[in-house]
C-alpha cells in the first residue's frame, strides 16, 4: 500500500490513519510504531512528539472509534423515538452497522487490550457511548413491573454482550463460525428471545 502522507502539518492524525491500515491488515499487536511512521510518510522519530508508544496511539485510534460509536448510537435512540421499544432495538442494530463500517476503530475499541480508562479522554467517551444504551433500556425498563425489573445497567449490558458475540463469531469472517443465518438475524431474534422473557413484547411477536 503507498504512504498515505500527511497534510498541513497533521501528523497526529496522520499516525492515527495509518494505525487503522495496520490494525485492520496485521491486528492491534501486529505492527510497531516504525510502520505506522512509514505508513503515514515520516520518520520514526517523528512519531514520538505525538505518542509514547503504540498503546498510546491504539488509545487515541480507540477514543476517536468511540466518538463515532457514541454519535451512531444516539442517532439510532433518537431515530426510534418516541417508541422505547424502537429506540431500544435500533441501537442493537447500530452496533452491527458500526463494527461493519469502522472494523479498525472497532478492533482498537474492543480487541486491543488498550484499558478504556487509559486517559480521561477515552474514558469520558466510552461512557457516553454506553449512556446511550443504557438510557434506552431505562425508557423501556418503565414497562417491567418493579418487581419484575433489571436496573438499567445490567438489561443494557445483556444486549451489549449479545451484540458483541454477533459481531465477533458472526459478522467479522471468524474462522468455523459459520451461521445458517444473516448476523442481523441473529442479533434481532435474540433480541427478541431476550425482551420476550422480560414481557416487553407478545410471544407471537
Known amino acids: ?5 500527511y497534510h498541513h502539518g497533521n501528523l497526529r492524525q496522520a499516525l492515527v490513519e495509518a494505525a487503522l491500515d495496520l490494525i485492520r491488515e496485521k491486528g492491534p499487536t501486529g505492527f510497531t510504531l516504525s510502520e505506522a511512521a512509514k505508513q503515514a510518510g ?33 442517532f439510532a435512540y433518537d431515530k426510534g423515538q418516541p417508541s422505547a421499544l424502537a429506540a431500544f432495538e435500533a441501537t442493537g ?12 476503530h472497532y478492533i482498537a475499541m474492543f480487541e486491543s487490550g488498550v484499558s478504556v480508562n487509559r486517559t480521561p479522554e477515552l474514558a469520558a467517551v466510552a461512557q457516553r457511548a ?12 418503565e414497562h417491567i413491573p418493579p418487581e419484575k425489573r433489571p436496573p438499567p445497567s445490567m438489561f443494557s449490558a445483556h444486549i451489549w454482550a449479545l451484540s458483541h458475540g454477533v459481531v465477533e463469531l458472526f459478522a467479522r469472517n ?7 443465518f444473516p448476523p442481523e438475524d ?9 425482551l420476550r422473557g422480560l414481557g416487553l413484547i407478545k410471544p407471537d411477536s
Open 1 to 5: 500500500m503507498p504512504k498515505r502522507g
Open 93 to 104: 442494530r447500530a452496533y452491527l452497522a458500526f463494527a461493519r463500517k469502522h472494523p479498525g
Open 174 to 180: 471468524s474462522p468455523g463460525a459459520q451461521s445458517p
Open 130 to 141: 454506553r449512556s446511550v444504551l443504557e438510557r434506552a433500556a431505562a425508557d423501556l425498563s
Open 42 to 74: 515520516v520518520t520514526p522519530a517523528a512519531v514520538y512528539r505525538h505518542f509514547a508508544g503504540r498503546e498510546d496511539l491504539i488509545a487515541e485510534t480507540a477514543r476517536q472509534g468511540y466518538e463515532i460509536f457514541a454519535d451512531v448510537m444516539q
Open 186 to 194: 441473529l442479533l434481532e431474534s435474540g433480541i427478541g428471545v431476550y
